[in-house]
């Protein structure tokens, strides 16, 4: 996991903003929530940082919009004073938000255009799927930096060419062995789009491999063109397993606030048959604890209970209340363990081997020095980032 979320230790602040977040409020709950964010009283230069630090500032925004829980501008505000009231700032910064989800949108139709113009029909992936949503809801509050769309290896150089016929720019080649193709980026617009040949990385194709979530993906058509979408329960499953298998949350013992959010939106529905088939496939593929101590995390944090029935051993009991512990640890010890795991787990013989097509016994100082030649050219810049998880 290339960041580190920041240091949780107001627990009212994130109790708050947790029933700000929750799915579905009650109508008393609402009530409540207003009189508590329309009191004098109440810290509203407190929350928003720290919904911003956890990356949830557009769902904070979406969610105080769609509720109405947003202060009412006082009449009579002379022009300063009403471009900095709590409300101006937040309207000015969904604006600046739904600006950026526009850009990607557009790419992202143009991509569809191209690729289906080819013969391709891509899966879109994390947070890809949601900007094919044209409703108002949750979703269209997700952050997302870059376009993800899974292809089939085969298809690959026609994918690249197609996108690169309308325009689009591919980084040079890292020689690296990886999930998905060099990033592409379009010329005065924002992000990047990163074609995937593998759905997840290998530590997340332990539990969910790039053929069974081809199988469960069905077509979405929109205006631009049609692509794949995994239903909700399986995109659930996926997101759920970029954190804590993918970027390794699960092992590093990471609270991980964002993507929690999206799990609980995405499952919020689900039957009980839907349910079981997670939990059933899971502890197939011998990884039931990633997926009960992700709910327990829910539960604690963002007062969502645990699916009736999920059998929850003690492991998972205790990795949950470790991220939770760990989450409120002194920062310079988080940022000291958060290096020492990600130079431990990078620089491995396990993770080298994969990355360079060698054999792992044969890892040694020599690789170790090019990959680490390679990441300071490669993260020239966003050393800090890369390093401590922090900007």
Not at 57 to 76: F, M, N, T, V
Not at 106 to 129: E, V
Not at 264 to 276: F, G, K, M, P
């Given at each position: ?49 720290f ?42 910064a ?40 044209t409703?108002s ?65 290998p ?60 799990f ?13 088939a ?70 491995s ?43």
């Open positions: 996991m290339e960041w580190l979320p920041p240091r949780l230790t107001d627990r009212a602040l994130l109790a708050t903003l947790a029933t700000i977040l929750v799915p579905e409020p009650s109508t008393t709950a609402l009530a409540q929530l207003r009189q508590r964010l329309y009191g004098a009283e109440f810290n509203w230069s407190a929350l928003v940082p919904a911003a630090g956890q990356d949830l500032l557009p769902p904070l925004i979406w969610a105080l919009q769609s509720r109405h829980l947003l202060l009412p501008i006082p009449k009579g505000l002379n022009p300063t004073r009403r471009a900095s009231f709590i409300t101006t700032r937040l309207q000015d969904n604006t600046i938000y739904q600006g950026h989800r526009q850009d990607l949108r557009g790419q992202l139709q143009a991509c569809l255009s191209a690729l289906n113009a080819a013969g391709i029909t891509p899966l879109a992936l994390k947070g890809a799927r949601y900007l094919l949503d409703g809801g949750w979703s269209t509050a997700r952050p997302m930096r870059d376009i993800d769309l899974l292809i089939h290896p085969a298809q690959a150089q026609a994918a690249v060419a197609a996108l690169t016929g309308i325009g689009f720019m591919a980084d040079a080649p890292t020689g690296l062995q990886s999930h998905h193709l060099p990033e592409l980026r379009l010329a005065g617009h924002i992000g990047a789009v990163e074609l995937h040949t593998e759905a997840l990385s530590a997340g194709r332990r539990f969910m491999s790039t053929c069974f979530i081809w199988q469960q993906a069905v077509p979405l058509t929109v205006a631009a063109g049609t692509a794949l979408v995994l239903p909700p329960a399986w995109q659930a499953l996926h997101a759920m397993l970029h954190h804590q298998a993918s970027d390794d949350g699960y092992n590093q013992r990471i609270l991980a606030l964002k993507p929690l959010w999206e609980i939106c995405l499952t919020r529905s689900l039957s009980a048959h839907e349910w079981q997670l939990a059933d496939h899971m502890a197939a593929e011998n990884g039931l604890d990633l997926l009960t101590s992700w709910c327990l995390q829910a539960e604690a944090v963002l007062n969502v209970p645990v699916p009736p029935g999920l059998a929850i051993s003690t492991a998972a009991r205790a990795q949950a209340a470790s991220c939770l512990t760990e989450a409120a640890q002194p920062e310079p010890l988080r940022r000291v363990r958060f290096l020492t795991r990600q130079l431990l787990r990078g620089f013989a396990e993770m080298l081997a994969m990355r360079y097509r060698v054999p792992a016994n044969t890892v040694g100082i020599t690789l170790r020095l090019r990959h680490l030649w390679f990441l300071l050219r490669r993260y020239r810049g966003h050393l800090r980032l890369r390093l401590l998880g922090q900007h």
